[in-house]
């Protein structure tokens, strides 16, 4: 059986990835909402439609809405500072090295509750840096000061790419 890729196409009939080395500072960054920034490190492109890998740099409250993913598998993987991760109903608290592995079709949201750093992957890679690229802010070119993306923006890059908005982010004092 053959398995479709994240661009659609045959993964088996796609040559295999190939090594990827690269350093810090050469990968694509984006500014997102709030005050996340965000370093593409590994996309569809490089894994052949594998894994997506984000380093999130987030600011005390950065949150993300209540969302629903379709079409991957999403995990953050926090390496300095404090988040709270929603999972349907359950809430919790992630430290340093702590990770929250959020499988599609589940409602979820994060939170940073200080200045933080995060890993997130995505798996089958696409859907989710295609968000980012689509209703983001490519920091290669200047960021016009105060830029947030338009929600009708964000809902229309995350809907072309698997992902329903259900919620608003949760705020500090939730």
Do not use: C
């Not at 479709?4 to 090594?19: F, L």
């Not at 593409?40 to 993913?69: E, F, K, M, W, Y």
């Not at 589940?106 to 798996?123: E, G, I, K, N």
């Not at 929600?151 to 908005?165: H, I, K, M």
């Amino acid at each position: 059986m053959n398995t479709p890729n994240a661009a659609g196409g045959d993964r088996s009939k796609n040559v295999s990835p190939q090594p990827y080395i690269r350093q810090a500072g050469q990968h694509q960054r984006i500014a997102y909402t709030g005050g996340h920034e965000l370093a593409v490190i590994l996309d569809a492109a490089v894994t052949a439609g594998q894994l997506s890998v984000i380093d999130v740099h987030a600011r005390h409250g950065d949150a993300s809405p209540v969302h629903v993913h379709s079409r991957d598998d999403e995990a953050f993987l926090l390496l300095d500072g404090a988040m709270t991760v929603w999972a349907g109903d359950q809430r919790s608290p992630l430290q340093p090295g702590g990770i929250a592995f959020l499988p599609r079709e589940l409602p979820h949201a994060v939170r940073f509750d200080m200045a933080s750093r995060a890993l997130v992957l995505s798996t089958p890679a696409g859907p989710q840096e295609s968000v980012f690229r689509t209703a983001g802010w490519d920091l290669s070119q200047p960021r016009p000061q105060g830029w947030q993306p338009a929600p009708e923006v964000l809902r229309r890059a995350a809907g072309q790419n698997g992902v329903t908005l259900a919620g608003p982010p949760h705020a500090l004092d939730e």
